[in-house]
T-cell receptor, first 111, second 113 residues
Framework: DTGVSQNPRHKITKRGQNVTFRCDPI?????LYWYRQTLGQGPEFLTY????????KSRLLSDRFSAERPKGSFSTLEIQRTEQGDSAMYLC?????????FGEGSRLTVL | GESVGLHLPTLSVQEGDNSIINCAYS??????FIWYKQESGKGPQFIID?????DKRQGQRVTVLLNKTVKHLSLQIAATQPGDSAVYFC????????????FGSGTKLNVKP
């Protein structure tokens, strides 16, 4: 499978714990995006990488959120001290030029 | 900020009928649009795209229409099938902010057999 891969697909955690999600983009894609999606809503932009450089961050991305793409390939999204409001689907997408190709998402439930 | 929205949150059609899903956008600088399909528990899947230098583009059973005058986008699905049941999102992008795609809240399409 050469699509965008996300792990884990589901994560249940207690409030206050840290969680990390991983995204493996399509190999030749230099652009990588993280979006968040809550029930009944469209995806909301969180952050964007071109190669290893994080070029843009949404105001939605509080200081508890950090994303990295150290070698310009896979990316991680870490949420520290999770809150119940962080419960959502976290979507990763990659592109080379044009449309975004999405992974299946990582669903986070914070109890 | 930019606003992309859909007129109808839920659309029910009979199998075999044509479906039309609408989308309004507010950023007149938007010049690239995509329709995505999202099935339950899955990530959005690309359906069709259109650039602002076109007003119509056709794919397999799908057609996207763009009316820049009224900032309106539509997705037409011909001979709707049960497998088309999903939530459909429009997303827009502009040259002056090409890092981001903005998504609407989605329309749920129910196809009745």
């Amino acid at each position: 499978d050469t699509g965008v891969s996300q792990n884990p697909r589901h994560k249940i955690t207690k409030r206050g714990q840290n969680v990390t999600f991983r995204c493996d983009p399509i190999s030749e894609h230099n652009r990588l995006y993280w979006y968040r999606q809550t029930l009944g809503q469209g995806p909301e932009f969180l952050t964007y990488f071109q190669n290893e450089a994080q070029l843009e961050k949404s105001r939605l991305l509080s200081d508890r959120f950090s994303a990295e793409r150290p070698k310009g390939s896979f990316s991680t999204l870490e949420i520290q001290r999770t809150e119940q409001g962080d419960s959502a689907m976290y979507l990763c997408a990659s592109s080379f030029h044009g449309e975004l190709f999405f992974g299946e998402g990582s669903r986070l439930t914070v109890l | 900020g930019e606003s992309v929205g859909l007129h109808l949150p839920t659309l029910s059609v009979q199998e075999g009928d044509n479906s039309i899903i609408n989308c309004a956008y507010s950023n007149s600088a938007s010049d690239y649009f995509i329709w995505y399909k999202q099935e339950s528990g899955k990530g959005p899947q690309f359906i069709i795209d259109i650039r602002s230098n076109m007003d119509k583009r056709q794919g397999q059973r799908v057609t996207v229409l763009l009316n820049k005058t009224v900032k309106h986008l539509s997705l037409q699905i011909a001979a709707t099938q049960p497998g088309d049941s999903a939530v459909y999102f429009c997303a827009e992008n502009s040259q002056d902010n090409f890092n981001k795609f903005y998504f609407g809240s989605g329309t749920k399409l129910n196809v009745k057999p």
